[in-house]
């Protein structure tokens, strides 16, 4: 072979090596579980999540692979759908509350990101919140912790009212210490607590046609997953009753509630992003604090609070960080 044919060849075949190399790379995957009302789809906290991947070198497409499961609220598919994640042999499994848990009861292996409305410690997620010690770690974000707050800004929003009657789930774990801490803060205000139980859509139906002879004076539904899935439902039987209404999320304003207080998800799953990243740059779990949130919103919206004869105080409406009108 000719020198000028032999280099020209070995060019070639050097060139190629990188991209032989790249096709033999194992881009990661990821499994990100959310249970929760599929036909909102969760398409913002998706966007977040993506943006804080993309904040540590990993963007979607490029180099690495989301896989997505939608469950809703039927929890009872969870095992089956973690039990199929591990058999794709993900790196890192992410999901709220019900997934992580699934998670952690399946693997003590593969790394856990999750977003926990509850405390991770007693649920036991991690060992504790500055060393998690196992396979988990993620962001908590106090949803079941701010009722007492919730209930405050709802006092500022309507000063006359003494009757507030509360929506909860008993089957949710945090559910009791939810209810102690809104009635402590009741007593505080001189309010009467009316508590509606519900864990069904039946249950939610029945507990509003109670209030005819309750006739409490607003509305405040304690911070669940199932309520926030059945949102629709409660903002509608909301306005049915012409009951203003204090709510968790602020997917219930957007939807046509009244007024939110709470954890800004869209930056609770920006950090989940961050530290599925720098899980899959090499670090664990158990040496990544549980983050806890410093960033809340208050969420208003002012066209639902005019068709309830609602005037808006203006120290609230200072307070908000988006008004829907």
Do not use: C
């Amino acid at each position: 072979m000719k020198r000028r044919a032999f280099i020209t060849l070995l060019g070639g075949a050097a060139a190629a090596w990188p991209l032989a190399a790249r096709a033999q790379q194992t881009v990661p995957l990821v499994g990100f579980v959310w249970t929760g009302d599929t036909s909102s789809a969760p398409m913002p906290y998706v966007t977040a999540f993506r943006q804080g991947l993309k904040e540590v070198g990993f963007v979607e497409g490029e180099n690495v692979t989301v896989e997505y499961r939608w469950p809703g609220s039927q929890y009872d598919r969870l095992p089956a759908l973690i039990a199929e994640l591990l058999q794709r042999q993900v790196t890192v499994i992410v999901g709220n509350t019900p997934p992580a848990m699934a998670a952690k009861a399946a693997t003590s292996t593969i790394p856990i990101v999750f977003l926990a409305g509850v405390d991770p410690v007693t649920r036991g997620l991690v060992a504790s919140f500055n060393r998690p010690g196992g396979n988990a770690t993620g962001v908590s974000f106090l949803t079941t912790a701010l009722e007492a707050k919730r209930l405050g800004l709802l006092h500022e929003l309507l000063p006359r009212a003494t009757a507030i009657a509360a929506l909860m789930d008993p089957n949710f774990l945090a559910s009791a210490g939810q209810l102690k801490d809104l009635q402590d803060a009741a007593r505080t205000l001189s309010q009467q607590i009316y508590v509606l139980e519900a864990s069904t859509d039946s249950q939610i139906d029945k507990g509003f046609a109670s209030l005819a002879q309750q006739r409490p004076d607003a509305l405040i539904v304690l911070g669940v997953p199932f309520f926030t899935a059945r949102r629709k439902q409660i903002i509608e039987l909301a306005a049915r009753h012409s009951l203003p209404a204090m709510y968790n999320d602020r997917e219930f304003p957007a939807a046509g509630g009244l007024i939110s207080y709470g954890t800004s998800q869209a930056e609770a799953w920006r950090q989940v992003g961050g530290y599925t990243g720098r899980i899959l740059k090499g670090e664990k779990p158990a040496d990544l604090p549980v983050i806890q949130p410093t960033k809340f919103e208050l969420v208003i919206n002012l066209k639902t609070a005019k068709t309830l004869g609602l005037s808006v105080p203006d120290k609230v409406l200072v307070f908000a960080d988006e008004v829907i009108e």
